[in-house]
């Protein structure tokens, strides 16, 4: 017997991209080049070795479930710092919950905040998200018993999800509200007012709302603002009782310092959560292996690898603005590393750009479900991740032009 609600899953992106590309020959003469995972490529700073090394011995005991007190006081003076909060707002203590990559944390959210029932009814709660949407978040909602609800992010909407005109009866069943931002996989940074409203509506509906901010640190001008700054923009500045009330905001070191495989992030926010969260991590999740902690802790507090970091994704922008110019839709995103291409049919785009070019996209089909009109969200899309370094990008996005070109 298998937990029925399972079948509620489609395959996995990557499983769907394997299926579409890999029983095809790729010409001998073409260097594959892999852009269809958001996986930075890029070194990661040296002293992480250092810091992972330093003490193994720690291996030998079992690590705790909530970091150290290091990690989490890093964590909460990055935010400050970052934000520009008020120094007292987040209690390192109780409202920091680090975790092994944002991935775990935003699937287990959903255990810590969705009821059996939601709404005047009493009906099955639903769990929103932006359509296309980091995957995640659907596996989240249907574990927990939730229904998932796709709330397009189209070029009609500048790529945000309205979640304020959605009907009053869905608003009231809602017990959660994914929004990523700067968006996988568009790039579009939600305004400060934008990231208020959703706070605002959340509160009237008590609803949780769990910002994914894992591409933060990635952009081109201006510093996305986030989740903890719009609620001091909502208590004009005040530390009061109920400041961060329903608001959780999710923040990795994977694309920040280029360490996908270290598995650290952590979220903050509402106590009220995070201390449900760390009391249910007691039970169910691996605490951060202890050099993984060591290294958390020295990335937080160090900016310079972040900006270099982020110079060498407007470089790659600007290679990619020269090459593909105003075709395809391109636009520079205002943060993250993907482009966002209207090329059609995008699944039969990623095949020919495999097949004659050598390089590996997504179809934007594979981030999108097609209810709510969710189709044209996604179907003419294609994202191809600037992950590698500077020549391969740009050898790759020639190969992309000449191909797409014909
Ligand atoms: C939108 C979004 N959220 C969360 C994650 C998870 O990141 P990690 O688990 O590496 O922290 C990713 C990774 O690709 C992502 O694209």
């Given at each position: 017997?298998?937990?029925?609600?399972?079948?509620?899953?489609?395959?996995?992106?990557?499983?769907k991209?394997?299926?579409?590309?890999?029983?095809?020959?790729?010409?001998?003469?073409?260097?594959?080049?892999?852009?269809?995972?958001?996986?930075?490529?890029?070194?990661?700073?040296?002293?992480?070795?250092?810091e992972?090394?330093?003490?193994?011995?720690?291996?030998?005991?079992?690590?705790?479930a909530?970091?150290?007190?290091?990690?989490r006081?890093?964590?909460a003076?990055?935010?400050?710092?970052?934000?520009?909060l008020?120094?007292?707002?987040i209690?390192?203590?109780?409202?920091?919950?680090?975790?092994n990559?944002?991935?775990?944390?935003?699937?287990?959210?959903?255990?810590v905040?969705?009821?059996?029932?939601?709404?005047?009814?009493?009906?099955?709660?639903?769990?929103?998200?932006?359509?296309?949407?980091?995957?995640?978040?659907v596996g989240?909602?249907?574990?927990?018993?939730?229904?998932?609800?796709?709330?397009?992010?189209?070029?009609?909407n500048?790529?945000?999800?309205?979640?304020?005109?959605?009907?009053?009866?869905?608003?009231?069943?809602t017990?959660?509200?994914?929004?990523?931002?700067?968006?996988?996989?568009?790039?579009?940074?939600?305004?400060?007012d934008?990231?208020?409203?959703?706070?605002?509506?959340?509160?009237?509906?008590?609803?949780?709302?769990?910002?994914?901010?894992?591409y933060?640190e990635?952009y081109?001008?201006?510093?996305?603002?986030?989740?903890?700054?719009?609620?001091?923009?909502?208590?004009?500045?005040?530390?009061?009782?109920?400041?961060?009330k329903?608001?959780v905001?999710?923040?990795?070191?994977?694309?920040?310092?280029?360490?996908?495989?270290?598995?650290?992030?952590?979220?903050?926010?509402?106590p009220?959560?995070?201390?449900?969260?760390?009391?249910l991590?007691?039970?169910?999740?691996?605490?951060?292996?202890?050099?993984?902690?060591?290294?958390?802790?020295?990335?937080?507090?160090?900016?310079?690898?972040?900006?270099?970091?982020?110079?060498?994704?407007?470089?790659?922008?600007?290679?990619?603005?020269?090459i593909?110019?105003n075709?395809?839709?391109?636009?520079?995103?205002?943060?993250g590393?993907?482009?966002?291409?209207?090329?059609?049919?995008?699944?039969?785009?990623a095949?020919?750009?495999?097949?004659?070019?050598?390089?590996?996209?997504?179809?934007?089909?594979?981030?999108?479900r097609?209810e709510?009109?969710?189709?044209?969200?996604?179907k003419?899309?294609?994202?191809?991740?600037?992950?590698?370094?500077?020549?391969?990008t740009?050898?790759?996005?020639?190969?992309?032009?000449?191909?797409?070109?014909?």
């Amino acid at each position: 017997m298998l937990n029925p609600r399972l079948d509620l899953l489609s395959d996995y992106p990557f499983t769907k991209l394997r299926a579409l590309l890999d029983a095809r020959p790729l010409a001998p003469h073409l260097k594959p080049v892999n852009l269809s995972i958001g996986e930075p490529q890029h070194a990661m700073p040296e002293f992480v070795t250092t810091e992972l090394t330093a003490d193994l011995s720690s291996l030998s005991r079992y690590p705790t479930a909530n970091g150290s007190p290091e990690l989490r006081a890093a964590i909460a003076a990055w935010l400050n710092r970052r934000y520009s909060l008020p120094e007292a707002l987040i209690d390192p203590e109780r409202q920091v919950v680090p975790l092994n990559g944002t991935r775990e944390g935003l699937f287990m959210i959903a255990q810590v905040v969705v009821p059996e029932k939601k709404g005047p009814k009493g009906e099955r709660p639903l769990v929103l998200m932006p359509n296309p949407f980091y995957q995640t978040y659907v596996g989240a909602a249907v574990a927990a018993g939730a229904e998932p609800y796709f709330v397009p992010a189209t070029a009609e909407n500048g790529f945000l999800p309205d979640f304020a005109a959605l009907p009053r009866d869905i608003l009231q069943r809602t017990a959660l509200v994914y929004l990523c931002s700067p968006a996988n996989p568009q790039g579009t940074v939600a305004s400060l007012d934008y990231l208020t409203r959703l706070i605002e509506l959340a509160r009237e509906h008590d609803f949780t709302v769990a910002f994914d901010e894992c591409y933060a640190e990635i952009y081109d001008q201006v510093p996305p603002p986030g989740g903890l700054e719009a609620c001091m923009a909502l208590s004009g500045g005040r530390i009061t009782a109920d400041a961060l009330k329903n608001v959780v905001v999710f923040h990795s070191l994977s694309k920040r310092s280029s360490v996908p495989g270290l598995r650290s992030g952590f979220c903050a926010g509402d106590p009220a959560i995070t201390q449900a969260f760390i009391k249910l991590r007691n039970y169910g999740c691996a605490g951060l292996m202890m050099p993984v902690v060591q290294a958390s802790t020295a990335l937080w507090r160090d900016e310079a690898h972040v900006e270099a970091n982020r110079a060498l994704y407007r470089q790659k922008f600007d290679i990619a603005q020269s090459i593909i110019g105003n075709r395809f839709g391109f636009y520079r995103p205002a943060g993250g590393f993907y482009l966002w291409l209207d090329v059609g049919d995008s699944e039969a785009v990623a095949k020919t750009l495999w097949e004659e070019a050598g390089i590996r996209t997504l179809p934007g089909i594979y981030l999108t479900r097609p209810e709510n009109g969710g189709e044209k969200a996604g179907k003419p899309y294609l994202r191809v991740a600037l992950v590698a370094d500077l020549e391969t990008t740009r050898e790759a996005l020639q190969r992309i032009s000449n191909v797409l070109g014909r």
